[in-house]
């Protein structure tokens, strides 16, 4: 560096930090597209069993892992002192946040394996379309969150905006899967 260069500013670095972080996330994603694009799906895949008890374990699971994404939801505004009450958190807070999150995304793996050997990544409608990229989206945005998380030099949006869209992911996973075969494979009407 020379005397005359200043060393780059913290909105610099932490525009760059940004973007690598996107860029992970984005990688991760589309290697599992592209992944679910190529493969050849495999509808005798079982999931836990039969293929034919599919779609119900995989609601039950994905109806799980929403409640356990709103959960992490009230953890975390619990967590940034954003609930009512006391000012103070407690210490328990966030490592009960830590481990609903690894139950959460552990819950996820049996389900999305399935689909993606069942299934891969398929555009038969604009339903499937949605859940199979969402589903694609979902892990690349847990990865941003995990690097998130172990960087302590991002602006204080970013980690409650990765956090919001992975629970948004989750919603629409869920929407577009769970949803869909609890209302007699429908659209919910309303």
């Known amino acids: 560096m020379s005397a ?5 500013s913290n909105n610099t670095t932490s525009a760059g930090l940004v973007v690598a972080i996107l860029a992970a996330g984005a990688a991760v994603t589309a290697a599992l597209a592209l992944f679910g694009t190529l493969h050849a799906p495999n509808y005798s895949f079982g999931l836990l069993g039969s293929p034919a008890d599919a779609f119900s374990t995989k609601s039950t699971i994905a109806t799980g892992v929403l409640g356990l994404a709103l959960i992490q939801v009230l953890l975390a505004v619990w967590m940034y002192g954003h609930l009512p009450g006391p000012t103070t958190t407690p210490t328990l807070v966030r490592p009960v946040h830590r481990v609903f999150g690894m139950v959460l995304f552990l819950t996820t793996l049996p389900v999305a394996i399935h689909c993606m ?3 891969g990544v398929e555009t038969t409608s604009a339903r499937v379309t949605v859940h199979s990229l969402a589903g694609c989206f979902f892990y690349g945005a847990f990865v941003a969150k995990m690097i998130v998380v172990r960087s302590r030099s991002l602006p204080g949006w970013v980690l409650p905006t990765v956090g919001g869209l992975l629970v948004t992911l989750v919603a629409v996973i869920w929407y577009t899967s769970a949803l869909w075969y ?9």
């Open 4 to 8: 005359d260069s200043e060393p780059p």
């Open 117 to 119: 050997f069942a299934y």
């Open 182 to 190: 609890l209302n007699g494979f429908q659209p919910p009407v309303g």
